[in-house]
């Protein structure tokens, strides 16, 4: 799809050739599409739209350039034609509440949130230089096993993290993976897309969903989607994702993953198929990873491991010695307390017709007011200093 065209009804991109929008089938104009109508518009008085990086079912994910403090970051747009449907909007606004309080370094989060003048739902997060992982395994089909493994261990930690919170992704895949580095250059995995993401009614990924869907809904991608989504469950925990994550595991060792067919063969294959092992399909994948990722893949979640943290010591213990900079447990601790992260659902996402602006990081305002009395108290003692210096006797 072209970057800078775009259906003036609804905004989907669209090729110059294109009789028709493929989104909303609006039929192209005479004169041809447009140039896309966001671009060079401004978000926040501040962030100009640059270029259209990314788009889905929902909406569209822009490049902005911040004319005020300099700096990147990227806008997430909510397609105009599904802001009258509020389960989406709540979808939308839980998104932008999760991955803003979580506070997981490996979650990209939001900073902001809003509406444009004509009603269209918006929220601001950090733009990650990085590719995706779906771009990395179309390129290179298999990935080295110690490739594998950081990227198995960083999505772990970070998955413990959020189900200690009760925070359930549910669409977990490649194309929600990026792989970036960090400020050392150090390889980081960055997860996005909480678009079907549910928070739970206790502190943990095993506790009863709160819903924000009317009726039964099937959430997820078939390709990665766990045999309870695709019955579509009421009662989804945090072994779905862990499942989701096993089915990404396996087409990073293997090549592919480990159905394929039409959406709803697929979807029976995950309820009824036992998985190939991995090394049947790939013979350079070692017996461990055979066992775990057949442990990840049972049908049944009460086969599978319990939590992200079993999983992840069952990884340790098989292939020792892997990177430890990432523990879950100073992660758990550093993260947003379960406490808050509700009281924010409760109120920008059930509680709330409106979109107020949730500004900056989890904290980052008492953070930023420390500072400035800390910087302010320095100066006062700079001066004081340097007039005793300037008066003392002789």
Not at 152 to 162: C, E, G, I, P, T
């Amino acid at each position: 799809m072209d970057e800078d065209r775009g259906c003036g009804r609804c905004g989907n991109p669209v090729e110059a050739a294109e009789a028709r929008c493929g989104a909303c089938r609006e039929v192209r104009p005479p004169e041809g599409w447009p140039r896309d109508p966001r671009l060079g518009g401004t978000v926040l008085d501040r962030l100009v739209l640059s270029r259209r990086i990314g788009y889905g079912a929902t909406g569209s994910v822009y490049l902005a350039e911040d004319r005020e403090a300099g700096g990147r970051v990227a806008v997430k747009l909510l397609r105009r034609e599904l802001t009258g449907d509020p389960e989406i909007v709540r979808r939308f606004r839980l998104e932008a509440v999760l991955t803003k309080s979580l506070d997981i370094p490996q979650v990209v989060p939001a900073y902001d949130f809003g509406q444009f003048p004509d009603g269209t739902h918006y929220f601001t997060m950090e733009y990650v230089e990085g590719v995706g992982l779906d771009a990395v395994l179309e390129q290179r089909g298999a990935l080295p096993l110690p490739m594998v493994l950081t990227i198995a261990r960083q999505v772990l930690a970070a998955l413990d993290v959020a189900h200690s919170q009760g925070v359930i992704h549910r669409d977990l895949k490649p194309g929600n993976i990026l792989l970036a580095r960090d400020p050392a250059g150090h390889p980081m995995v960055r997860i996005l897309d909480f678009g079907f993401a549910r928070l739970t009614d206790s502190g943990s990924a095993s506790g009863s969903g709160r819903r924000l869907t009317l009726g039964l809904t099937l959430m997820g991608t078939p390709t990665y989607m766990a045999p309870e989504q695709a019955r579509g469950s009421r009662t989804l925990d945090g072994r779905a994702d862990l499942y989701s994550l096993g089915v990404i595991l396996y087409r990073a060792l293997t090549g592919q993953p480990p159905f394929s067919g039409t959406m709803e063969e697929v979807l029976r294959q995950h309820l009824e198929t036992p998985p190939v092992p991995p090394s049947m399909v790939h013979p350079d994948v070692p017996h461990a990873m055979d066992v775990l990722l057949m442990r990840m893949l049972e049908k049944d979640p009460d086969r599978r491991h319990a939590t992200a943290a079993a999983v992840l010591a069952d990884l340790d213990r098989a292939f020792p010695g892997g990177p430890s900079a990432w523990d879950p447990d100073e992660m758990r601790a550093a993260a947003a307390p379960r406490a808050e992260l509700v009281r924010l659902v409760d109120r920008y996402v059930h509680g709330t017709q409106s979109l107020p602006a949730l500004k900056g990081r989890p904290g980052f305002g008492a953070r930023r007011t420390a500072w400035i009395l800390a910087a302010v108290g320095a100066g006062c003692l700079a001066v004081a200093t340097l007039m005793w210096w300037l008066l003392r006797p002789g």
